[in-house]
């Protein structure tokens, strides 16, 4: 069999057993073993799988992942999720969408100390949606805002999957945080005006006039000030050189504690629910670790990965063409797969052949620039029909919504995210601009 053939069998036996539901890591793992035990036998295999786990496990950077899982589950069984709503709404009051702006710039600074897209959309759905409801916004809207809003959990630092490339490309933490920051204000804004544009071409989807919104007090002035000390102290610290990212994000856990302490909404059976919620998550994005690896390994053997970078690089063409060409390999990927598999399994893969192209860029620079570009596309992900994650979340919550309803909800959103991941395609320095004060 050729290499390339064998290449090809590989992912076809991991889809193969996705399309049955096998879970992706254990999917991954199959397949990789397939691949490596046909190339190289039974006991290098098994010396091999001998020290998988430790080899990826033994990194102290990994550590940062359940720690800012650990971070958004406070935040989440804390309540601030509603402290944030409320003042985003009296801030949003005045437009017309205002609470579906709201909805938005609640899930970008629930993001902020979460990391979750998953757990964004789920946490301000559950507060969002009834308000939305109530004030007459169509389910076909409130939905896909809420889905696309869920989106900038992991657009908007401290994200999981950013970490994860961050590992894998042995890439600083903080310079890609930093270069993150501003295409994920963009993404926030892009929403904001995606809806106001929406709601004035087919108007009956959300009220002509917003009425009894809470106004501004000391009240919501206050319930957001834990949030922002939590922000400030984290990013404030791991920026001004008190801490590294993997030092703040404890720090950030035990910040997030106390001010979900100070909501008194967190018990003790929440605490325990955290924990649980925490050791869950880890566990499967670990796993997916191992299988990836298996996988990686398989597929390095082929040597195909190699084959396949010195072929693109002998093209003629350019090199922003190559990457708009992975992109949408991503956007196709992301129909069957979720963010971190993806990331996981290709970069490996699309890694070597990025900074084997000449983009006028430091090696440094182009890494943290592909990194935001691959982030950008794997939140696409969460959105496109027709498995959008994110849009199968959100409406679970909202029984009354038909998911065809919601799936048409996004689409204005799909649009934002196509005009953003463009531009910032072709102009990397507004995902570097930030890169450069950082040490």
Not at 189 to 199: P, T
Request: net charge neutral; aromatic share 10%; glycine share 10%.
């Amino acid at each position: 069999m050729s290499p390339l053939l064998l290449a090809l069998c590989i992912f076809g036996v991991m889809l193969a057993l996705m399309v049955v539901r096998v879970p992706i890591a254990a999917a991954m793992f199959a397949a990789g073993a397939f691949g490596y035990l046909y190339q190289v036998g039974l006991p290098p295999f098994l010396n091999n799988l001998n020290g998988l786990a430790f080899a990826r496990f033994a990194s102290y950077d990994l550590s940062v992942i359940p720690l800012f899982i650990l971070m958004g589950n406070f935040a989440t069984q804390g309540g601030i999720s509603k402290a944030l709503f409320q003042f985003a709404s009296v801030l949003m009051a005045r437009f017309k969408g205002g609470l579906a702006m709201a909805a938005v710039g609640a899930s970008a600074a629930f993001g902020a100390i979460c990391g979750s897209s998953i757990a964004t959309a789920a946490t301000i759905t559950s507060v969002a949606l009834p308000e939305m409801k109530r004030h007459g916004y169509s389910g076909r809207l409130a939905t896909g805002t809420l889905a696309a809003g869920g989106t900038l959990g992991i657009l908007i630092p401290p994200s999981v999957p950013l970490v994860i490339y961050a590992i894998l490309t042995e890439q600083n933490i903080a310079k890609l945080f930093a270069a993150a920051t501003i295409p994920g204000i963009i993404a926030m804004l892009g929403y904001m005006i995606a809806i106001a544009i929406y709601v004035r071409i087919r108007p009956g989807h959300a009220p002509d006039h917003t009425v009894d919104l809470p106004k501004m007090s000391l009240q919501a002035l206050m319930g957001v000030l834990p949030i922002a000390i939590v922000f400030l102290v984290v990013f404030g610290g791991i920026y001004g050189g008190l801490f590294t990212p993997t030092e703040g994000a404890g720090v950030g856990v035990a910040c997030t504690f106390v001010a979900a302490l100070l909501k008194r909404e967190l018990t003790l059976e929440k605490v325990k629910q955290c924990f649980l919620s925490t050791a869950s998550a880890s566990a499967m994005i670990f796993m997916i670790f191992i299988g990836a690896d298996m996988m990686n390994t398989a597929l390095a053997l082929t040597q195909v990965p190699g084959q396949l970078a010195s072929l693109i690089q002998g093209w003629n063409v350019s090199p922003y063409l190559v990457v708009a060409g992975i992109l949408i390999f991503y956007v196709v990927l992301g129909a069957v797969m979720d963010e971190l598999s993806m990331i996981l399994l290709t970069i490996p893969i699309f890694f070597p052949v990025i900074m084997g192209l000449d983009f006028g860029m430091s090696q440094e620079h182009t890494a943290i620039w592909f990194g935001i570009m691959v982030l950008m596309t794997v939140g696409f992900g969460l959105l496109a029909p027709p498995v959008g994650l994110n849009v199968y979340v959100v409406n679970g919550m909202a029984k009354d919504v038909p998911i065809a309803e919601s799936y048409k909800g996004v689409m204005p959103f799909l649009a934002s995210d196509v005009v953003r991941t463009t531009l910032l395609l072709l102009f990397p320095p507004i995902s570097l601009w930030l890169v450069q004060f950082v040490g």
